[in-house]
Each structure stands twice: as C-alpha cells, then as structure tokens.
T-cell receptor, first 114, second 112 residues
Framework: DQQVKQNSPSLSVQEGRISILNCDYTNSMFDYFLWYKKYPAEGPTFLIS?????DKNEDGRFTVFLNKSAKHLSLHIVPSQPGDSAVYFC?????????????FGTGTRLKVLA | DVKVTQSSRYLVKRTGEKVFLECVQDMDHENMFWYRQDPGLGLRLIYF???????EKGDIPEGYSVSREKKERFSLILESASTNQTSMYLCASRPLGNQPQHFGDGTRLSIL
C-alpha cells in the first residue's frame, strides 16, 4: 500500500523551461513533506521541505506547493538546467504520534535537455 | 556540514555469508536509518534507531538485523545473504523534530 505516490516515472524538459514534479499522498495526518534529489552512485540530497501549515515554500529556483485538500505536493524548478537531471523523491512524515519514519515515493527521473 | 559515511561503496559477497554494512555520522543525530533502493520501488526502510541500543523494524526487515552500540554508528547485518538482497543500501541520520534526513553515498551490494 503506497502512501506516497509519484505516478510519473520520468519527465523530460527543455533547458530554461519549468519542470513540475508531482507527488500524491493518501494520509491527511502527514504533517511534513520533503523533496530529495539523487544522482547515480550518490546518496539523496535534501532539496526543500514544507510544513502542513503552509501551502508554498521557495528556495531559489525551487518551489514546493502543498494542496492539502487534494493531498498533492509539487516541486517546480525554474529555470531548469542540465545539472538538474536526476531522480527526485518526495517524502512525507509518518502519521503516528512520535513516529520517526519518513515515507518515500518511488521517484521521478528528470532529464533536462540542452 | 553533516557527514554520513558508509564504509564501502561497492561490495561483492556470496550467498550464505554474513554481511556487515557500517554507517557513521558526525553530527550527534539521535535518529539513524537503513534503506534499500531498487528500481521502481523507491527507498524502502529496513530498520531505524532513535537512540543507542534502540531499534525498530521498518517496512522490510526480514533477513536483516541492526546494531547501534554508539550514537554515531549504525550497522546493518545480513544474517545469511541471498541473491534477492542485491541492492543499493543507503544509511541516513536526522536530529529530532521535523528536520531533513542526511544520507550517505550508499553501498552497492552484489550477492553472487
């Protein structure tokens, strides 16, 4: 039972355009969400996060949007650069009190074309 | 900067062997985690620890055990390695609260 879903396994975007990566979750009790980027043969690196009390968080070229009613999270990258080509994982903090677990999606492979 | 170090980048072992994967973090984080990453399956949690000598099962603990004798070190043990445990293994650490996890560079383990 996948509680955090990334339904697009891959995405290709032209350099300079906007990349939009999507993530859906099933549990309305999730209260903290994160995006990670992963290059081959490296560990995931943290990109940006958002608390459930907000609907938007921005950091440079990266913006995360949270739509709680739709249980939907998206990451916008503007403008996209070839170095952004990587696998992107969304994650959500588990729903139980005192939980330590972050639940990850299956990832979306982004390819930015020069 | 947080540093999470995994002892090996690549490892080849034989079926039936006992395999140890080591992870060390240098930021005094309370929480440590072991994941495996497989194509199409994302990151799946094997075990985690929220304190020294404390451990909890994740989503796929079968065939694995862990040890946390010191705060900075978290070891993953494959009791009797099998070919279906061939995977990329990722260690992570995190302080208390809503904070991002920091990952090591991973160990690509092949079981022959």
């Amino acid at each position: 039972d996948q509680q955090v879903k990334q339904n697009s396994p891959s995405l290709s975007v032209q350099e300079g355009r906007i990349s939009i990566l999507n993530c859906d979750y099933t549990n309305s009790m999730f209260d903290y969400f994160l995006w990670y980027k992963k290059y081959p043969a490296e560990g995931p690196t943290f990109l940006i996060s958002i608390s459930s009390i907000k609907d938007k968080n921005e950091d440079g070229r990266f913006t995360v949007f949270l739509n709680k009613s739709a249980k939907h999270l998206s990451l916008h990258i503007v403008p996209s650069q070839p170095g952004d080509s990587a696998v992107y994982f969304c994650a959500a903090r588990g729903d139980q009190a005192g939980t330590y677990k972050y639940i990850f999606g299956t990832g979306t492979r982004l390819k930015v074309l020069a | 900067d947080v540093k999470v170090t995994q002892s090996s980048r690549y490892l080849v072992k034989r079926t039936g062997e006992k395999v140890f994967l080591e992870c060390v973090q240098d930021m005094d984080h309370e929480n440590m985690f072991w994941y495996r990453q497989d194509p199409g399956l994302g990151l799946r949690l094997i075990y985690f620890s929220y304190d020294v000598k404390m451990k909890e099962k994740g989503d796929i603990p079968e065939g694995y055990s862990v040890s946390r004798e010191k705060k900075e070190r978290f070891s993953l043990i494959l009791e009797s390695a099998s070919t279906n445990q061939t995977s990329m293994y990722l260690c992570a650490s995190r302080p208390l609260g809503n904070q991002p996890q920091h990952f090591g560079d991973g160990t690509r383990l092949s079981i022959l």
